[in-house]
């Protein structure tokens, strides 16, 4: 691996530039990015300390900023200091402008202004806290989404991460044995949604949980092959039996799990509203 500084430089909190970044890097091989993050950069002596930072440990610079001036200094200091510097949305904001026949409002971190939006975010958030691993079960009609599946399917991530997107979000847990909550057989308005995963790979990641929580009983029906893939196949009966939509989690990340979610939830508010 070749270590590389990478210096992410923003007038905002650095969430937009971090992602773009990531979603990049991923292409090379090889390569080892130590990360150097200049978030909420809205000063001269701020960009001052930045470039200064960047003077320490040259790299390329990514960058979102709106205001021209402290773009101009950036720019000339990375120029200076011959290093790289790429304004990573300026095709996409121009290009849109053009598009829109409208001027930039060059103001920064309007992506995060308290807004109806951002307060359906934190009531969707809380929400999924309130509403997890089968919790608070009267309040189940209230969501719009409700995950079910076995122990270790990534429902919580993938509640919390719907939650940043507005989406209310609870999540019930599959034990067999135990009955689900009565109320997910009559919440028409809800999109109930299985969750499950090859059951080799949910034993090594129980037999992983046990671990980091000290819990060395590798001889439990909990992580026990044959026990697992009965769990599995009971949740995905249930599963069909309520023509609930499935979704295999094995080889996904919680965004793609969470990408399917939204895209299924659209579709049933789309089939509620004809």
């Given at each position: 691996m070749t270590a590389y500084h990478?210096?992410?430089v923003s007038d905002a909190t650095g969430e937009t530039i971090n992602s773009v970044a990531r979603a990049c890097l991923v292409q090379f091989e090889g390569i080892e990015p130590i990360e150097h993050v200049w978030s909420l950069v809205r000063t001269r002596g701020q960009m001052e300390k930045a470039l200064r930072g960047i003077a320490d440990h040259p790299g390329p610079v990514l960058f979102t900023l709106v205001n021209d001036t402290l773009r101009g200094f950036l720019v000339e200091g990375c120029r200076d200091l011959d290093v790289p510097c790429i304004p990573v949305l300026d095709?996409?904001?121009?290009?849109?402008?053009?598009c829109f026949g409208v001027e930039i409002s060059g103001q920064p971190g309007l992506q995060h202004a308290l807004d109806a939006e951002y307060f359906q975010?934190?009531?969707?958030?809380?929400?999924?806290?309130?509403?997890?691993?089968?919790?608070?079960?009267?309040?189940?009609?209230?969501?719009?989404v409700v995950l079910v599946g076995v122990s270790r399917?990534?429902?919580?991530?993938?509640?919390?991460?719907?939650?940043?997107?507005?989406?209310?979000?609870?999540n019930v847990p599959v034990v067999p044995g135990c009955p689900l909550p009565p109320q997910l057989q009559a919440m028409p308005k809800t999109l109930v949604i299985g969750l499950t995963k090859d059951p080799e790979r949910l034993v090594q990641v129980r037999r992983n949980r046990l671990r980091m929580i000290a819990e060395g009983h590798d001889d439990t029906d909990y992580v026990d092959l044959d026990s697992v893939r009965e769990e599995v196949a009971f949740a995905r009966k249930l599963c069909r039996q309520n023509s609930w939509p499935i979704i295999d989690v094995t080889r996904r990340s919680i965004e793609e799990t969470?990408?399917?979610?939204?895209?299924?939830?659209?579709?049933?508010?789309?089939?509620?509203?004809?």
């Open positions: 990478l210096h992410l095709p996409v904001i121009h290009r849109l402008a053009s975010r934190m009531d969707a958030m809380n929400f999924a806290l309130a509403h997890d691993d089968g919790q608070l079960q009267d309040g189940l009609a209230k969501a719009d399917t990534s429902k919580t991530p993938t509640c919390l991460y719907l939650a940043n997107r507005g989406i209310k979000t609870a969470a990408a399917t979610v939204m895209n299924l939830y659209a579709r049933h508010r789309g089939a509620d509203e004809l």
